[in-house]
């Protein structure tokens, strides 16, 4: 689905009727392209709070990049980065500073006390004004779940709501500020993340906060086929964000089982020919669907690695005025099937050792929608299973959950207008999300070096006003 109000206003007519108007002025988003791109390019400025614990993984994987990289400590603290090959320049940003930023990446991760947050100020203040379009602001700090002391809790807290009010404020140059709070000495664990939110693949996720503990599995050995020899199950395939799914998890090496209703088929066979992958038909909420699932992996795989509940169903309707059976549908196809397949698959052994499995959620689910107590409601529930499955799985499984915001797509197509304009705009990028961004955070969630990210809840959403 197009959206026509981003293309008009990126005319030079429409940015200046926008601008006189006060209208919103999107800026259309940089998003992934080739598998062999560099995942940043540009000129990446780096920052460290004293006593700075991911400074070495931030080194190594910046080295591995194609960006000029900047230190602005006055120390070569990025050691690793001379070791990976692409050696750190320092810079004065108390200077004249004349370069643009494709990223002001800042490691708070030794911060102790709320007087450590000076730090904060004294990197961005003079740098924030030198973001480019389509930048990143990305920091790092440490879990407060895991700070002894209250006033280091506060701290590492305290950097939620500086990047969630950055990314409000650079939202209008498609530039997106996220936060990654690792476990203690857990900086061997971000390689995966880091190269996540500095990349185009991040380019609708913006505010975010990702928790990253210990890591189970080694990071990939071929980083453009990362899920080579990996079979991944999607559901709902046919279309939408599920198709991006499919062919997403493809290009970066898995075999892909499609999933869809019988219905869907002539559709779901052309999404899974194109990626040489199988089609299932399935209606997940029949009684039999755990077991068909199952059979199907096993049969062709013997077993499965990548299990991603894509599949869903709005049935909207106030609640005084909603049939029941729009009510059971909802639950049964966003929330329920989920957990029955993911119990059949448990119990026969067949997903195997460091498998994934992603469920989606909803900005719905998190902040409650007019006319979706059941869709609310069941996804909701999503975010309950995720968070209670997560201490239980073994085995380095993963379960995480992505909450998509106002994605570009056949359900959100299917909206009355004016609130279909308002979900497009209400959010720090103005503009909606497409399929491909729900895919690649997906992607990001199931590569083998992420193997500590686990019971996370991450929104693909622009950043929406709407919930937390
Ligand atoms: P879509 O309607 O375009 O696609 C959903 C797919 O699920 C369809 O192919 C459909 O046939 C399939 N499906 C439905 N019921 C099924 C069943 N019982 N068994 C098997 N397959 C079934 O939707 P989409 O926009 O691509 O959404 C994908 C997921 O993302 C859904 O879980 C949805 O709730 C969620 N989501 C979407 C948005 C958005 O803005 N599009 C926002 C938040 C969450």
């Known amino acids: 689905m197009s959206d026509l109000y981003l293309k008009i206003v990126n005319t030079p007519v429409g940015k200046t009727a926008a601008q006189s108007l006060g209208l919103p002025s999107p800026v259309p988003l940089n998003r992934w392209k080739r598998s062999d791109q560099p995942f940043i390019e540009g000129n990446v400025l780096v920052g460290a709070a004293a006593g700075a614990k991911a400074i070495g993984a931030i080194g190594s994987v910046l080295g591995a990049s194609a960006a000029k990289v900047q ?37 708070a991760t030794g911060m102790k006390s709320p007087e450590d947050l000076r730090a904060l100020y004294d990197f961005y203040h003079p740098t924030i004004k030198k ?30 709501g500086f990047v969630r009010a950055v990314g409000k404020e650079i939202g209008k140059k498609g530039a997106t500020a996220n936060l990654l709070w690792m476990a203690p000495s857990g900086d061997k664990q971000l390689d995966s993340s880091i190269r996540f939110f500095l990349s185009p693949r991040s380019a609708y996720v913006s505010g975010q906060v990702a928790r990253i503990g210990k890591r189970t599995e080694t990071a990939p050995t071929n980083p453009v086929a990362p899920l080579s020899g990996k079979v991944a199950l999607v559901t709902g395939a046919s279309r939408g964000i599920g198709a991006s799914i499919a ?63 894509n599949a869903g169903i709005t049935r909207d309707k106030t609640l005084g005025n909603m049939p029941e059976h729009f009510w059971d549908m909802t639950i049964a196809v966003n929330l329920s099937a989920e957990e029955l397949i993911d119990e059949e698959l448990m119990h026969r052994e067949l997903l195997r050792e460091n498998g994934r499995i992603v469920c989606i959620s909803s900005i719905s689910g998190i902040a409650g929608n007019f006319g979706q107590t059941n869709y609310s409601t069941a996804k909701s529930g999503v975010i309950g299973y995720v968070e209670a499955m997560a201490k239980q799985l073994k085995n380095g499984i993963t379960i995480n959950a992505i909450a998509p915001g106002f994605i570009e797509t056949q359900m959100t197509a299917a909206m009355p207008l004016t609130i279909r304009e308002a979900g497009r705009r209400m959010n720090s990028l103005s503009q909606g999300g ?25 929104r693909v959403c622009g950043q929406s006003l709407i919930g937390k």
Request: hydrophobic share 40%; charged share 25%.
């Open 247 to 309: 062919e997403t998890l493809a290009r970066d090496g898995a075999t892909v089982i499609g999933l869809d209703i019988p219905p869907a088929m002539e559709e779901l066979q052309k999404v899974t020919d194109a990626i040489k992958g199988k089609a299932l038909a399935c209606d997940i909420t029949d009684a039999g669907a755990p077991k068909l699932i199952a059979d199907f992996a096993e049969e062709h795989f013997g077993g499965i690695d990548l299990v991603i509940h």
């Open 131 to 160: 973001l480019g379009g389509n930048a990143r602001v990305l920091v790092i700090g440490q879990d407060p779940a895991t700070c002894r002391k209250p006033a280091q809790a506060a701290a590492q807290q305290a950097l939620e």
């Open 434 to 458: 497409q399929p491909v961004d729900v895919a690649e955070a997906i992607a990001w969630y199931c590569n083998p070096g992420s193997s500590g990210v686990n019971g996370n809840v991450v």
């Open 71 to 107: 230190h602005a400590d006055g120390k070569d603290t990025l050691k690793d980065s001379a070791k990976a090959g692409n050696k750190a320049q320092p810079l004065d940003i108390n200077g004249e500073i004349s370069e643009k930023f494709s990223a002001l990446v800042f490691d």
